[in-house]
């Protein structure tokens, strides 16, 4: 596989695109053993421990090329880390972490019911208080 420069931008562009459409839940953060990411149907996984950048836009090629062969899509992702300027790798990163803080904030919320409970009953009790 050879990739020029504009069908690398229009790789970048198509996983930006994926960033800013798919909701929160898509994008997942998880320690992993034996390997650094994920690409699953409905989401991807990523472990914060190891290279975000590069395996974020690895895995999101797997999602959008499930027929590519690892190869491939290792060739993409590193063209797409040295094609692509400083500015559209922070664009990137700038949208990726918005939907990953949201992500694990819903995670976080979600698994302990109890804390949400007990925040909007305080709330409730601060605002008949006053
Ligand atoms: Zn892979």
Known sequence: MKLTKKEVEDLYKKTLHLVKTKPPEFFGFRKM????????????ELDYRRDIIPTAFH????????EWSESNILYAESRIMNVCSSLEIARFLRHLSYKLYKSEMLKHFLQKPSRIESVSKSAWKDNSAK
């Open 33 to 44: 053993r034996g390997t650094v990411g994920l690409c699953y149907w409905t989401d991807i």
């Open 59 to 66: 895995e999101l090629l797997h999602y959008l090329y499930p």
